[in-house]
């Protein structure tokens, strides 16, 4: 299988042709003022630019108006929109339909309820983001170079992709991989060499550790994949030849 690999956070057009040319598939734009990562609008859409329709272009709000997802549905026609505030299941719902936008809702996760949470979600977004709740000091919703413990996300299956975030690096992202379902993964802080200073040589190694583990296989995501795939046995099974199964 594949995962489904972002960089967050990037700001300059050599960290997309990096992505890019090391086999990432989308690029997270960060539009919250607060962030050290944190681009324009007009920005972010020359960086989209940039992609040549080769990469995913998921710009990342944290409980944005009504007036910013529209310039954003308007100015650059994302992939995916990351929300990453308090944003209710009501909101994302009409986020989706009154601007035609499809959503990576972010959860922070640091317990089975916070799973439970994600999975109200997941009926009215394309993908959930499970990331580390921030720190008690922290300015930012994410971002925040915060793991969380995996383990909580034993036998997690909400029935839409997510992706794992929070905390993970080159060093670490491969351990993530073999112990996760995730169909997705997600870093910043972990390629960076400074908060907002993106690290292209992490950025490389961090997208090739996740397809070596692609191709020594990930049998619990795998596993997952099958199931969401599975369709449904017919309620009689009958032979190849037509009469009814013993
Ligand atoms: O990256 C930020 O600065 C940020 C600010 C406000 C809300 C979300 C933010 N990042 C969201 C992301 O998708 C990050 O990639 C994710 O939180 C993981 O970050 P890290 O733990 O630094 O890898």
Sequence with gaps: MRTEIKICGL???EEIDAVMEAGGDLVGFVLFEKSPRNVSLGHAAALAGRTC????????????????????????????IQLHGSESVERVREIRSRWNLRVMKAIGVAGPKDLEAARAYAPFVERLLLDAKPPKDATRPGGNGAPFDWSLLDGFDPGVPWMLSGGLTPETVTEALSRTAASGIDVSSGVESAPGV?????????????????????????????????????????TASGSRAA
């Design 53 to 80: 329709g080769k990469l995913g272009v998921v710009p990342l709000t944290v409980n944005a108006s009504d007036e910013l997802v529209a310039r954003i549905a308007e100015d650059l026609r994302p992939d995916l």
């Design 198 to 238: 993106k690290d292209l040589g992490r950025i490389r190694s961090f997208i090739g550790a996740v397809r070596d583990a692609d191709r020594h296989g990930r049998p619990l995501a795998a596993a997952a994949l099958a199931r969401s795939l599975r369709v449904r046995e017919p309620a009689n099974p009958t």
């Design 11 to 13: 700001s300059k057009r």
